[in-house]
């Protein structure tokens, strides 16, 4: 088990690596000059070469990257161009906001999403398995922009039963929670579908009913776990979208995490805080990853590691 940690950790380093470089090439190629931003429309050509030296973009690609990944090594992501904070800072200031969100829509999409795959597989063939894939297939298309609006509509101004927007109470988190979480729900419920109706199959299953075990105890007991291991591997990948994809969600329901803060950065040009958020992301999803791959181990013996 150690082995694997390690191997594995090595493998997330050389992930991380290629993250950071990839988006900072990207970065260095946009169109964009975030020097402008900085300067203002008004400035002289001699202030922007003057930032431009400053800030070191006046350096070549390599040098710049080489500098970036030194004070990466010690911890450093950089200041902000625009808002002339440390970027830990800021988003040490939004990471408990967007941890919060993710907890919420990743028990709302496993709530969903587990109870219709069972429920679909249980009834395979029927209306109600029809009418659960069907449902399922318009949560994976709907834009969560769509979904959000509507819901801010009808529970928000038409019912009030919610809060309208914001961030501070369980109330505020229930909207963008349900938004995110029917994405994920509609892919757990087809995959949780899947891999009940072949577990349902095997000959372990078969024998658990022979020996006279109520049908409850089989799916709980036997079934369900079995089923359950796909959907643990995705909960790792959804660790990192929800810790980087949720800007929409964000943005439509005024929540402050780090989605919203890449996205004021983006329309900025605020280059130091994009990578910043890009590599917090690729640290969420490796680090998610990592610990679904140990918790598929315990939960089921016989993968063995390598």
Known sequence: MLAF?????????????GVSLITFALLYLLPADPVRQIAGRSATPETVANIRAQLGLDQ??????A??????VQGDLGRSYLQKTEVSTLIASRLPASLLLMLGA???????????GVVAALRRGTATDNALMMASFIGVSAPQFVVGL?????????????PIGGYGTLAHMV???????????GWYSRMMRSSMIDVLR???????????????????RHALPNAILPIIAMIGIDVGIFMGGIVVVESVFGWPGIGQLA????????????????????????????????????????????
Do not use: H
């Not at 990743?106 to 219709?116: A, N, Q, R, Y």
């Open 5 to 17: 940690i390690v191997k594995r950790l090595i493998q997330s380093a050389l992930i991380l690596l």
């Open 60 to 65: 070549p690609f390599i040098v710049q990257y």
């Open 67 to 72: 500098r970036y990944l030194g004070n990466l």
């Open 106 to 116: 990743i028990v709302c999409e496993l709530v969903l999403g587990i109870t219709m």
């Open 150 to 162: 509507l819901m801010l509509y009808v529970f928000a101004v038409q019912l009030q039963w919610f």
């Open 175 to 185: 909207l963008p929670s349900i938004t995110l979480g029917i994405l994920g729900a």
């Open 202 to 220: 095997q000959d372990f299953i078969r024998t658990a009913r022979a020996k006279g075990l109520g049908r409850m105890r089989v799916l709980l």
């Open 263 to 306: 996205w004021q950065a983006i329309q900025r040009v605020d280059i130091p805080i994009i990578m910043g958020v890009t590599l917090v992301s690729a640290c969420a999803i490796v680090i998610g990853n990592l610990v679904a791959d140990i918790a598929s181990l315990f939960a089921d013996p016989r993968i063995k590691v390598r």
